[in-house]
């Protein structure tokens, strides 16, 4: 059973470091990996979508990078801002049939502090 | 503006009240879903459906009940055998037979037992 795992659960920094945000994966048949900001109370913005066959994905300040044999993908924030405040899901998509299985995180509750 | 479209935003149920909460896409998505969002645990998805007229369980579906007669809506009834209704819950859709696709998500309604 695909389980997938956030670490820190929270993290606070100071405005204008660069931080990285940790998930891992105990299933390595993956399809996609996707991440999503989430806002409180708020849905879900995905942010980035690394496939199985990438290393990396890239837009503006935020980079993921996915190591499917390690289980692991990692989302870098450069220059952190107050705005980026919120908490960040990753998601692992496992392919049953004809239809997207996304398996969950619990999420990493990010605090920038100006 | 393509997207999904979640109502209400807050619902209030009585015990033992069936409600319904409303999901919509413009997206020509075929995939659509229902996940609900509990603190510190992550999504879990409650039913899906490739096609109108086709749903499948999921990982929770106990107490719900789902119904598909449009490509464009997907709305979940929580049934007065859900013990435990209160929670956030997400709508989600994808393209059909897209593994490597992305996942949009509604805004969520948060559902609150009275």
């Known amino acids: 059973k695909q389980e997938v795992t956030q670490i820190p659960a929270a993290l606070s920094v100071p405005e204008g470091e660069n931080l990285v945000l940790n998930c891992s994966f105990t299933?390595?048949?993956?399809?996609?990996l996707q991440w999503f900001r989430q806002d409180p109370g708020k849905g879900l913005t995905s942010l980035l979508l690394i496939q199985s066959s990438q290393r990396e994905q890239t837009s503006g300040r935020l980079n993921a990078s996915l190591d499917k044999s390690s289980g692991r993908s990692t989302l870098y924030i450069a220059a952190s801002q107050p705005g980026d405040s919120a908490t960040y899901l990753c998601?692992?998509?496992?392919?049953?049939?004809?239809?997207?299985?996304?398996?969950f995180g619990t999420g990493t509750l990010l605090a920038v502090q100006p | 503006d393509g997207g999904i479209t979640q109502s209400p935003k807050y619902l209030f149920r009585k015990e033992g009240q069936n409600v319904t909460l409303s999901c919509e896409q413009n997206?020509?998505?075929?995939?659509m879903y229902w996940y609900r969002q509990d603190p510190g645990q992550g999504l879990r998805l409650i039913y899906y459906s490739q096609i109108v007229n086709d749903f499948q369980k999921g990982d929770i579906a106990e107490g719900y009940s789902v119904s598909r007669e449009k490509k464009e809506s997907f709305p979940l009834t929580v049934t007065s055998a859900q013990k435990n209704p209160t929670a956030f819950y997400l709508c989600a859709s994808s393209p059909k037979g897209q593994a490597r696709a992305e996942a949009f998500f509604g805004q969520g309604t948060r559902l609150t037992v009275v």
């Open positions: 997206l020509n998505h075929d995939a």
């Open positions: 299933d390595s048949a993956i399809y996609n």
């Open positions: 998601a692992a998509n496992l392919y049953g049939g004809a239809t997207n299985k996304l398996i």
